[in-house]
Each structure stands twice: as structure tokens, then as C-alpha cells.
Nanobody, 126 residues
Framework: QVQLVESGGGSVETGGSLNLTCTVS????????TGWFRQTPGQERERIAA????????LYADSVKGRFTVSQDNAKKMVFLQMNELTPEDTAMYFC???????????????????RGQGTQVTVSS
């Protein structure tokens, strides 16, 4: 059974930083893409970052480019999202997801990730 568990969310002030972790268990495919999403009530889900299995491809939404960094430790089966210069507009529930196709397929919305975590809340106060 594949499970993804997000952690590291919390409350920070504008300009602060958080580092989210996605811990993956039960996933055995050698090649994969892991993505990060966020969603607020009543809003569309927003793709914000993705990284492929060897780290050779990273993708970022314009809204987070230059402030957020996605990375991974495959030995520990963890994927990270370092978030800097946070603003109230970054307040959302953050999710990680994984699938076995190249990241580009998920990034343009052609396919949905097969597995997704329950999310971790990030709140940025002004």
C-alpha cells in the first residue's frame, strides 16, 4: 500500500520560511515524479512544484519560482519543499503526490497523480 504523509506545516509571519516533507512508503517503481500542490477553500488546486525521480527535472509555478525549492532524498524516501519569503497568499493546505510518468505529463494536466497525501496546513499572517 502506497502512502504519502506530509509534515512541516504551521503558522509563520510574512517573510518567514517553512520546510515541508513528504514521506513516501510502499512505492516501488524505479521511475516517478513527485509533485506539490496547494488548495484553499473555494479555490482551484494549484500545482506549485514537481521533481522527477533522479532530480534532473524540477518544475515550478510562476507564483513560487525563486522562493520555493523542491528536493528529495530517495534513500530516505522523502521529498522536500523549502518555502521562503512566505506571504499571506501562500496560505493553503499543501499536498504531495506521486506517479510513475514523467513530470511533464502531470504538469500540463494531461494526467493526474495516482497517489496523494492528506495534506499539511500552512498559514502565513501579515
Amino acid at each position: 500500500q502506497v502512502q504519502l504523509v506530509e509534515s512541516g506545516g504551521g503558522s509563520v509571519e510574512t517573510g518567514g520560511s517553512l520546510n515541508l516533507t513528504c514521506t513516501v512508503s510502499g512505492y516501488t517503481d524505479a521511475e516517478f515524479c513527485t509533485g506539490w500542490f496547494r488548495q484553499t477553500p473555494g479555490q482551484e488546486r494549484e500545482r506549485i512544484a514537481a521533481i522527477n525521480f533522479d532530480g534532473g527535472t524540477t518544475l515550478y509555478a510562476d507564483s513560487v519560482k525563486g522562493r520555493f525549492t523542491v528536493s528529495q532524498d530517495n534513500a530516505k524516501k522523502m521529498v522536500f519543499l523549502q518555502m521562503n519569503e512566505l506571504t499571506p497568499e501562500d496560505t493553503a493546505m499543501y499536498f504531495c503526490a506521486r506517479g510513475g510518468l514523467p513530470c511533464a505529463w502531470y504538469w500540463d494536466g494531461s494526467v493526474e497523480f495516482k497517489y496523494r497525501g492528506q495534506g499539511t496546513q500552512v498559514t502565513v499572517s501579515s
